[in-house]
């Protein structure tokens, strides 16, 4: 087996595509730019025109309820499950990023039940809060405090709003309704006389409920002056207009309807006729919106009730607009849809609209998706692969911008939604890109499959024909990759010139070859494309088709455990490759100019080779010579859903660059494998769930892998600058290592003990400090040297506790611990007590750890200590004995005194 590549390869996350919504409360501030959402048990606040991250506020362990953004963005409020509401003063960094940076001022428990919608005055001083309970309270966002708190029937608040009625009309202003009259005015006017608080003397707040009435509350009277009871359900939206002095409410009830705000009468009922989510002023009250169930944004007239916009067509369940908030400053409208898909509509041009005159819809600027739900498959598009395709559980492929934005309002930001390929009637399962990433094939549970041309320049994403005749859904889809003669027309206009056949695979265990028609063929035929052959191929599901890099052969991978190659002009088998143990999930022929590849029996030369994966959680090139496996890589501890050649090396890198192929995996992982030797070269670590998709970025080697956790990971190749640091560490290691002998040998020891700290040597300071304490000690020396003594005692807060650090290992040896003692006498004797109080923990470790672990081991120093003292007088009183004996057998052989005592003295 062949040696190791001589380098590591590694790669690191240089971006990521995320979900910024999963459903609830989205809010919005004055200025159009600050988005705030709701991401599980976490709020996100997004720049709107870049697509960045701005900040991410962590939940507290419950799903958010609701949530809202003060006009000002000064302050963000979330309510959650939990009872509480937590509110965050919030700060924008003055930065080219435009980073926001959070504190938590206060948290909150407001209702007694979830509180399930929240409003805030245009000042971005009151904040009102409506509960589960039928209690709507009123509070000082600064000082955390209720200023009113109405109580009404024991009915859901579904709608807030603020307002400040025209200072004209304030005395006009009756507050009766058709249905609830207050008589006694007297005792109102009392109230005010008698009230200091003038400033909130034309302030009122809407509440829409659950059983379609609406409130008015008085903030200088602190009552309700009005009940609005028109609507027979839920009452969503509540807009008001200064301009046309009405307030406007709608609800799910299907109606619409203007108020007069100086009578509370009602002025005018439109029936919508769809349940109406949203709803509001437009061009100062000259104009409404709606949006509901249908999917659409419609626009009515406020003096006579007529709808602007032209008839629209009914959209799907998916498309239903659960929200909608206008952004002034923007000229723009946000509509929610409840597949958590966020579309900017243009206002700019309701400013010329006449009485009579009935518009198109408005013009979609941007699509945000909140979220791309599972990530199927995913694949380049276009020559400069500046837009990824998705295939994201659903019946349309999006396609989204993977281009840095060319400035900072660019619509076209890193992430950014650019399209959908809207055609398929079931979930799209499968995806491929021919040659010039222009024409892109896709497969879907419908049975069909369609061909979609990618004109960006022109903003064109349509399909260009449709293929259908399986029985089942389709698994499986392949175009071919090689390009045509540069001389021929077909490579210099790509866009006029589609493919020229397409591959699919099916449950229905065929493959179908057809040939794709031009666009003039099908003009002038009008009949759908017919398979030029269908063959029976598997005994299984056909999980995944490949062409190889001539457009000769192709291969088929299915349940069945096997990989079929065949010839792509006749359709016949010319190879079957077994040895899987559970079905194949994808396959890969080798690129162009891949070089031979070592294996277990020697190199591999013929055809070319082929790459597969399987659900017995292994990866195996085989050879197309004689179809057997050349190597198998098992690392994966789940099946292994995708696999992809990477980058060759150039000829001139091959002798010390191998060939590496990469695979996604069941267990959340993307591995790149060492194709020579067989072993894992790195392993990519950033999803939560199942790998489902994964393409390479032909130029930079760049990996892309999306997942079933609505994440898509952009994996930058970083073996060169890994090989650089790892060759300038080596050599800095080396220049440092001679500099700090220098200075041992010319006894510098200051700048030797602070390198050695530094570049985090404990081996070599040991060496030093036992040099020093075993040589013989100058006179007045803590340790044995005073110049150590005097660097010892200047040392800054983090070399000390580094220090200690390395004091505290060496204690636990008993041959290093005299040295530790040695040296931890002289910083005790150097420092007082407080400077040791001050040093701050580090690297997880406090300084009471540290201490902690010197005493339970010095204690165990000096506990052997009087063990060895204990035993010398055993040996002291042994020696003695002996010594006695032998002077006794000395006197008696020489007749002396035998009673005579003998003092035995031990040197």
Same mark, same amino acid.
């Given at each position: 087996?062949?040696?190791?590549?001589?380098?590591?390869?590694?790669?690191?996350?240089?971006?990521?595509?995320?979900?910024?919504?999963?459903?609830?409360?989205?809010?919005?501030?004055?200025?159009?730019?600050?988005?705030? *959402?709701?991401?599980? @048990?976490?709020?996100?606040?997004?720049?709107? %025109?870049?697509?960045?991250?701005?900040?991410?506020?962590?939940?507290?362990?419950?799903?958010?309820?609701?949530?809202?953004?003060?006009?000002?963005?000064?302050?963000?409020?979330?309510?959650?499950?939990?009872?509480?509401?937590?509110?965050?003063?919030?700060?924008?960094?003055?930065?080219?990023?435009?980073?926001?940076?959070?504190?938590?001022?206060?948290?909150?428990?407001?209702?007694?039940?979830?509180?399930?919608?929240?409003?805030?005055?245009?000042?971005?001083?009151?904040?009102?809060?409506?509960?589960?309970?039928?209690?709507?309270?009123?509070?000082?966002?600064?000082?955390?405090?209720?200023?009113?708190?109405?109580?009404?029937?024991?009915?859901?608040?579904?709608?807030?709003?603020?307002?400040?009625?025209?200072?004209?009309?304030?005395? /006009? /202003?009756?507050?009766?309704?058709?249905?609830?009259?207050?008589?006694?005015?007297?005792?109102?006017?009392?109230?005010?006389?008698?009230?200091?608080?003038?400033?909130?003397?034309?302030?009122?707040?809407?509440?829409?409920?659950?059983?379609?009435?609406?409130?008015?509350?008085?903030?200088?009277?602190?009552?309700?002056?009005?009940?609005?009871?028109?609507?027979?359900?839920?009452?969503?939206?509540?807009?008001?207009?200064?301009?046309?002095? $009405?307030?406007?409410?709608?609800?799910?009830?299907?109606?619409?309807?203007?108020?007069?705000?100086?009578?509370?009468?009602?002025?005018?009922?439109?029936?919508?006729? /769809?349940?109406?989510?949203?709803?509001?002023?437009?061009?100062?009250?000259?104009?409404?919106?709606?949006?509901?169930?249908?999917?659409?944004?419609?626009?009515?007239?406020?003096? %006579?009730?007529?709808?602007? +916009?032209?008839?629209?067509?009914?959209?799907? @369940?998916?498309?239903?607009?659960?929200?909608?908030?206008?952004?002034?400053?923007?000229?723009?409208?946000?509509?929610?849809?409840?597949?958590?898909?966020?579309?900017?509509?243009?206002?700019?041009?309701?400013?010329?609209?006449?009485?009579?005159?009935?518009?198109?819809?408005? $013009?979609?600027?941007?699509?945000?998706?909140?979220?791309?739900?599972?990530?199927?498959?995913?694949?380049?598009?276009?020559?400069?692969?500046?837009?990824?395709?998705?295939?994201?559980?659903?019946?349309?492929?999006?396609?989204?911008?993977?281009? /840095?934005?060319?400035?900072?309002?660019?619509?076209?930001?890193?992430?950014?939604?650019?399209?959908?390929?809207?055609?398929?009637?079931?979930?799209?399962?499968?995806?491929?890109?021919?040659?010039?990433?222009?024409?892109?094939?896709?497969?879907?549970?419908?049975?069909?499959?369609?061909?979609?041309?990618?004109?960006?320049?022109?903003?064109?994403?349509?399909?260009?024909?449709?293929?259908?005749?399986?029985?089942?859904?389709?698994?499986?889809?392949?175009?071919?990759?090689?390009?045509?003669?540069?001389?021929?027309?077909?490579?210099?206009?790509?866009?006029?010139?589609?493919?020229?056949?397409?591959?699919?695979?099916?449950?229905?265990?065929?493959?179908?070859?057809?040939?794709?028609?031009? $666009?003039?063929?099908?003009?002038?035929?009008?009949?759908?494309?017919?398979?030029?052959? +269908?063959?029976?191929?598997?005994?299984?599901?056909?999980?995944?088709?490949?062409?190889?890099?001539?457009?000769?052969?192709?291969?088929?991978?299915?349940?069945?455990? *096997?990989?079929?190659?065949?010839?792509?002009?006749?359709?016949?088998?010319?190879?079957?490759?077994?040895?899987?143990?559970?079905?194949?999930?994808?396959?890969?022929?080798?690129?162009?100019?891949?070089?031979?590849?070592?294996?277990?029996?020697?190199?591999?030369?013929?055809?070319?080779?082929?790459?597969?994966?399987?659900?017995?959680?292994?990866?195996?090139?085989?050879?197309?010579?004689?179809?057997?496996?050349?190597?198998?890589?098992?690392?994966?501890?789940?099946?292994?859903?995708?696999?992809?050649?990477?980058?060759?090396?150039?000829?001139?890198?091959?002798?010390?660059?191998?060939?590496?192929?990469?695979?996604?995996?069941?267990?959340?992982?993307?591995?790149?494998?060492?194709?020579?030797?067989?072993?894992?070269?790195?392993?990519?670590? %950033?999803? @939560?769930?199942?790998?489902?998709?994964?393409?390479?970025?032909?130029?930079?080697?760049?990996?892309?892998?999306?997942?079933?956790?609505?994440?898509?990971?952009?994996?930058?190749?970083?073996?060169?600058?890994?090989?650089?640091? +790892? +060759?300038?560490?080596?050599?800095?290691?080396?220049?440092?290592?001679?500099?700090?002998?220098?200075?041992?040998?010319?006894?510098?020891?200051?700048?030797?003990?602070?390198?050695?700290?530094?570049?985090?040597?404990?081996?070599?300071?040991?060496?030093?400090?036992?040099?020093?304490?075993?040589?013989?000690?100058?006179?007045?020396?803590?340790?044995?040297?005073? $110049?150590?003594?005097?660097?010892?005692?200047?040392?800054?807060?983090?070399?000390?506790?580094?220090?200690?650090?390395?004091?505290?290992?060496?204690?636990?040896?008993?041959?290093?611990?005299?040295?530790?003692?040695?040296?931890?006498?002289?910083?005790?004797?150097?420092?007082?007590?407080?400077?040791?109080? %001050?040093?701050?923990?580090?690297?997880?470790?406090?300084?009471?750890?540290?201490?902690?672990?010197?005493?339970?081991?010095?204690?165990?120093?000096?506990?052997?200590?009087?063990?060895?003292?204990?035993?010398?007088?055993?040996?002291?009183?042994?020696?003695? @004995?002996?010594?006695?004996?032998?002077?006794?057998?000395?006197?008696?052989?020489?007749?002396?005194?035998?009673?005579?005592?003998?003092?035995?003295?031990?040197?």
């Amino acid at each position: 087996m062949a040696n190791k590549a001589p380098h590591q390869t590694t790669f690191e996350v240089q971006r990521t595509i995320q979900p910024i919504h999963t459903g609830g409360s989205v809010a919005l501030d004055n200025s159009g730019c600050i988005l705030a *959402t709701t991401l599980g @048990e976490d709020a996100l606040l997004t720049d709107l %025109n870049t697509g960045r991250q701005m900040a991410r506020i962590e939940g507290d362990g419950e799903v958010i309820s609701t949530l809202t953004l003060t006009p000002s963005a000064s302050h963000l409020i979330v309510c959650s499950r939990s009872l509480s509401m937590r509110i965050y003063a919030l700060k924008t960094t003055p930065s080219a990023n435009l980073d926001v940076k959070f504190e938590l001022l206060r948290t909150l428990k407001p209702h007694s039940t979830p509180v399930v919608v929240l409003a805030v005055d245009q000042t971005s001083t009151l904040l009102a809060t409506g509960g589960a309970d039928g209690v709507v309270k009123v509070w000082d966002i600064q000082g955390g405090y209720v200023t009113h708190s109405f109580r009404g029937p024991n009915v859901l608040i579904s709608a807030l709003l603020f307002f400040e009625v025209v200072a004209s009309n304030r005395e /006009e /202003e009756t507050g009766i309704s058709a249905r609830n009259r207050k008589k006694d005015r007297r005792k109102s006017h009392e109230v005010e006389a008698d009230s200091q608080n003038e400033a909130t003397r034309g302030f009122r707040l809407a509440s829409g409920s659950q059983d379609g009435k609406v409130r008015i509350w008085d903030l200088f009277k602190r009552s309700c002056t009005a009940v609005l009871d028109s609507h027979v359900s839920d009452v969503r939206a509540l807009d008001y207009s200064a301009d046309e002095n $009405a307030l406007l409410t709608a609800g799910r009830d299907k109606t619409m309807i203007w108020w007069d705000a100086r009578t509370w009468k009602v002025c005018k009922v439109v029936p919508v006729l /769809e349940e109406i989510e949203a709803a509001g002023f437009l061009e100062s009250g000259r104009l409404a919106y709606t949006g509901g169930v249908n999917g659409n944004i419609r626009l009515w007239r406020s003096d %006579n009730g007529r709808e602007v +916009t032209k008839p629209q067509l009914s959209r799907t @369940e998916v498309d239903a607009i659960v929200g909608g908030i206008l952004a002034p400053a923007s000229d723009a409208l946000l509509s929610i849809q409840s597949d958590h898909t966020m579309t900017l509509h243009s206002t700019s041009e309701l400013r010329q609209i006449g009485i009579s005159d009935t518009i198109s819809p408005l $013009a979609e600027v941007r699509r945000i998706s909140g979220t791309h739900d599972e990530i199927i498959d995913l694949a380049y598009l276009l020559p400069d692969h500046s837009l990824l395709a998705l295939a994201t559980n659903s019946e349309e492929v999006r396609i989204v911008s993977v281009a /840095e934005a060319d400035n900072a309002n660019s619509s076209t930001y890193f992430g950014a939604d650019v399209a959908q390929l809207k055609g398929h009637e079931d979930i799209v399962i499968c995806l491929d890109i021919d040659w010039s990433g222009h024409w892109i094939a896709t497969g879907a549970k419908d049975n069909t499959a369609r061909l979609w041309k990618i004109d960006a320049k022109n903003s064109t994403y349509a399909c260009h024909s449709a293929f259908a005749g399986h029985a089942e859904s389709l698994g499986a889809i392949g175009l071919p990759h090689a390009p045509p003669p540069e001389s021929s027309a077909a490579f210099k206009a790509p866009l006029d010139h589609p493919p020229a056949f397409l591959l699919t695979g099916s449950q229905d265990q065929t493959i179908k070859r057809w040939d794709i028609p031009t $666009a003039k063929a099908l003009a002038t035929t009008r009949k759908a494309p017919r398979a030029l052959y +269908t063959r029976k191929a598997h005994d299984k599901d056909i999980n995944a088709i490949a062409v190889d890099h001539t457009g000769k052969f192709f291969a088929s991978a299915s349940q069945d455990k *096997t990989v079929k190659i065949w010839s792509v002009e006749e359709g016949e088998v010319q190879g079957i490759l077994r040895g899987h143990r559970r079905g194949v999930w994808s396959v890969k022929f080798a690129p162009k100019a891949t070089p031979s590849i070592v294996s277990e029996n020697g190199p591999a030369v013929g055809k070319g080779l082929v790459l597969t994966g399987s659900g017995d959680k292994t990866v195996k090139i085989w050879s197309l010579s004689d179809y057997t496996c050349l190597r198998t890589f098992e690392g994966h501890t789940n099946s292994v859903l995708k696999v992809a050649w990477l980058k060759v090396p150039n000829s001139e890198d091959r002798s010390r660059k191998h060939v590496h192929v990469a695979s996604a995996g069941g267990d959340g992982l993307v591995k790149v494998w060492d194709a020579n030797t067989g072993e894992v070269a790195s392993t990519l670590d %950033n999803h @939560e769930d199942r790998v489902w998709a994964l393409t390479v970025h032909p130029d930079t080697n760049m990996i892309v892998s999306g997942s079933g956790d609505s994440t898509v990971t952009f994996w930058k190749d970083t073996t060169t600058e890994t090989r650089a640091a +790892t +060759t300038a560490a080596a050599t800095q290691f080396v220049e440092q290592e001679q500099e700090m002998q220098n200075y041992i040998h010319a006894g510098s020891y200051r700048p030797a003990i602070t390198l050695a700290l530094q570049l985090n040597h404990p081996a070599r300071l040991l060496s030093l400090f036992t040099t020093v304490t075993t040589k013989v000690p100058e006179e007045g020396s803590l340790c044995g040297l005073k $110049a150590v003594d005097e660097v010892l005692g200047s040392l800054s807060d983090g070399q000390l506790f580094t220090l200690l650090l390395r004091i505290r290992d060496w204690n636990t040896n008993a041959r290093t611990a005299p040295v530790a003692q040695r040296i931890l006498w002289t910083l005790v004797q150097s420092y007082p007590a407080i400077r040791f109080s %001050n040093l701050k923990v580090k690297d997880g470790t406090s300084l009471k750890e540290v201490l902690d672990a010197l005493r339970v081991y010095t204690e165990r120093h000096y506990k052997r200590m009087e063990e060895l003292v204990d035993e010398s007088y055993l040996v002291e009183y042994t020696l003695r @004995e002996m010594d006695g004996m032998g002077l006794l057998e000395d006197s008696a052989t020489n007749g002396g005194l035998v009673d005579q005592e003998v003092d035995v003295i031990m040197v």
